[in-house]
């Protein structure tokens, strides 16, 4: 096929070019030659016959170039459309989640504040009720050191009282009376340490 465009075009060709060398030898003999519509005579059909066999032999090729860039621009509108139509869904997409983030923000707010305000109520509750311990615990501290400190003074003080009561019995050391002191210093000594 391609071969017979090539032959039909190398034969009308210089069949086409005859008119335009004729015209351009035929002006060396005349004098000065005024262009007019009648000179076009031998220039107009070769000229259409030119074209004639160009659009013969194009048109095809032509067509399916037309037809095939067509298709393509088809194709590209359509994944155009198809990509216009996804961004979109992804632009509605993200408007919905920007219009979530705020009552999101707002929520987590709420949230943040209301978990403070009850941790902050758990410690001042558990600082108190440290502190209520630690103050039983100093006073339990305080009245056992009381106790502890009673006992040495009244274990103290028995044994001077001892010691007084031995030196005066010893002083007034008869039998039948000392017997009598031991046995009162004794039940002093008793009913002290009882106490």
């Known amino acids: 096929m391609k071969r017979r465009h090539?032959?039909?075009?190398?034969?009308?060709?210089?069949?086409?070019?005859?008119?335009?060398?004729?015209?351009?030898?035929?002006?060396?003999?005349?004098?000065?030659?005024?262009?007019?519509i009648a000179d076009l005579r031998f220039s107009l059909p070769p000229f259409v016959v030119f074209f004639g066999g160009l659009y013969l032999l194009l048109r095809k090729p032509f067509r399916s170039f037309w037809e095939k860039r067509s298709e393509e621009i088809r194709e590209q509108i359509f994944a155009g459309?198809?990509?216009?139509?996804?961004?979109?869904?992804?632009?509605?997409?993200?408007?919905?989640?920007?219009?979530?983030?705020?009552?999101?923000?707002?929520?987590?707010?709420?949230?943040?504040?209301?978990?403070?305000?009850?941790?902050?109520?758990?410690?001042?509750?558990?600082?108190?009720?440290?502190?209520?311990?630690?103050?039983e615990q100093a006073s339990?501290?305080?009245?056992?050191?009381?106790q502890s400190q009673e006992a040495l003074?009244?274990?103290?003080?028995?044994?001077?009282?001892?010691?007084?009561?031995?030196?005066?019995?010893?002083?007034?050391t008869d039998e039948g009376a000392d017997a009598r002191y031991r046995n009162a210093a004794f039940s002093q000594i008793g009913s002290v340490l009882r106490r």
Do not use: C, W
Request: net charge neutral; proline share 2%.
């Open 6 to 36: 090539l032959v039909v075009l190398s034969t009308v060709t210089p069949l086409l070019l005859l008119p335009l060398f004729a015209y351009a030898a035929g002006g060396e003999g005349h004098e000065h030659h005024v262009s007019s």
């Open 81 to 135: 459309e198809k990509k216009l139509e996804l961004a979109q869904s992804k632009l509605d997409e993200v408007n919905r989640r920007k219009s979530g983030v705020d009552a999101e923000i707002a929520q987590l707010r709420s949230v943040i504040q209301r978990e403070t305000s009850q941790e902050a109520e758990t410690l001042i509750a558990q600082a108190r009720e440290r502190s209520a311990r630690i103050r």
């Open 140 to 146: 339990m501290s305080l009245s056992a050191e009381k």
């Open 153 to 172: 003074v009244r274990k103290e003080l028995a044994e001077k009282v001892i010691e007084q009561a031995k030196s005066q019995l010893i002083a007034q």
